[in-house]
């Protein structure tokens, strides 16, 4: 199983915790992302950023484990407790996971679930077609663009789908390359941006599967979802307590209001665990 990069970023160091941030931020897009609402963040907790390291291979599970392994450990070395984990929309499946993973004997961090979503293999097709119209934007002529398009195949393993679609991405990529004369680099730092990206969806959609079928969840007391205007009530299916804002989707990580929820949301958490976690030893040593 290859893996690129360290699985685990710092996004701030901190003296109180640390706070797990699930979310891509590796494609263009109009959302706004946890880099956003850092800065309206008031806790002082060190903040680490999940990144996806695994290739896309025909092991889905082996490729799942591995990835998850490989953030639990980069977590734990930091040798701080784990307050909360965030997830933010594909990300919320691996976040709902960390959560469970990372719990001890004090009772695991909060999960804030921010416009969750629980992919499918659509979601990977979307986010496969997204990618190729943003590639064939520059191209004008609309039968110039259906003539670069490669063909897309169909596979119904899902890492064979990934795999698959990775591959058209790039076919199309080269082919608009050469029609634009186009360098080599951007190229494939584009490709490998896609791939990370699948690999990213392939691993949530095997999490959110796993999380719909679990028959443990975290504690309703210990997770929050903040959803925005227009996202639907249904995806809040977690028990635990749902805010909804008037927020539209792209603002919902760039918003001060929203972060002051969050930090109260861990205040509260982290008091309510060194309460748990002072009573425990207070009965141990009696």
Request: glycine letters at 6%.
């Amino acid at each position: 199983m290859q893996t690129r990069s360290v699985p685990v970023a710092t996004l701030r160091d901190g003296q109180h915790g640390v706070v797990v941030a699930v979310d891509f931020g590796g494609v263009r897009r109009e959302e706004a992302g946890f880099p956003d609402l850092l800065p309206y963040l008031s806790i002082e907790h060190t903040v680490l950023a999940p990144q996806t390291t695994v290739e896309i291979d025909g092991d889905w599970e082996g490729m799942r484990r591995h990835q998850l392994e490989s953030w639990v450990d980069g977590i734990r070395s930091h040798g701080q407790r784990v307050s909360a984990v965030l997830g933010y929309c594909a990300g919320s499946a691996m976040a709902t996971r960390l959560a469970t993973e990372l719990a001890d004997g004090a009772g695991g961090p909060a999960l804030v679930l921010l416009d969750p979503s629980w992919p499918t293999r659509d979601v990977l097709l979307e986010a496969h077609d997204v990618a190729v119209e943003r590639l064939l934007d520059p191209v004008r002529d609309p039968a110039v663009r259906e003539s670069l398009r490669a063909v897309v195949p169909d596979q119904d393993d899902p890492t064979r789908l990934a795999r698959a679609l990775v591959t058209h991405y790039s076919e199309t990529a080269w082919r608009v390359a050469a029609h634009l004369r186009l360098t080599e680099t951007p190229v494939r730092n584009l490709i490998a941006r896609i791939e990370r990206h699948l690999s990213y969806l392939l691993i949530a959609a095997g999490e959110a599967a796993d999380v719909v079928a679990r028959a443990t969840l975290p504690p309703p007391g210990s997770v929050l979802t903040i959803l925005s205007v227009a996202t639907p009530g249904e995806v809040a299916w977690i028990p635990g307590t749902t805010v909804r804002t008037e927020l539209p989707r792209p603002r919902l990580l760039a918003e001060p209001a929203v972060a002051d929820r969050v930090d109260d949301f861990i205040r509260r958490h982290d008091a309510a665990t060194d309460q748990r976690t002072a009573t425990a030893l207070i009965s141990d040593g009696g």
